[in-house]
């Protein structure tokens, strides 16, 4: 199974029923295909679906030499958008989505792991007004990289827990 779950492409080919989507086009897409017809996928909560297929975990992945996903999964970028920040799409919109879940304004936030993710939501965070973002991670690279894009504090995190002493040094 190839694997590659965010990616940017451009199409080859599309199915007889596909609307809107032409060979050439450049392309996004949302990795998590859903059967669309249970309860959850019903009622518009498509990431609750308990038949899921992942993009490069259940399916052939961003890495195979073509993919194929449905339609409403696939979202068009624009021809002058440069592809590195097209392929941060689905990332970037996982951050999001998870940083803004609660109403941050205020809060602290702690992000556990500093990869790219984390370190979007972080900054998202941040802008969205959280009092205090913290974020953690066993990496010293992705460590200073996320003081450098939002994190307000970050910490190396050993295998045990030390949130405890963090909460100490905040006051």
Known sequence: ??????????????????????????????GHVVCGRCRNCLAGRRHLCARTRGVGVNRPGAFAEFIALPMTNVW???????????????????AVHTALTFDVLGEDVLITGAGPIGIMAAAVARHAGARYVVITDVNPYRLELSKKIGGHHARWTPVHNRLPIYRKSWG
């Open 1 to 30: 199974m190839a694997v590659g779950h965010e990616f940017v492409g451009r199409i080859v080919r599309v199915g007889s029923n596909v609307s809107d989507f032409y060979p050439g086009d450049i392309v996004g897409g949302e």
């Open 76 to 94: 068009h970028h624009p021809s002058w958008l440069d592809l590195d920040i097209a392929c941060i799409f689905d990332p970037f919109g996982n």
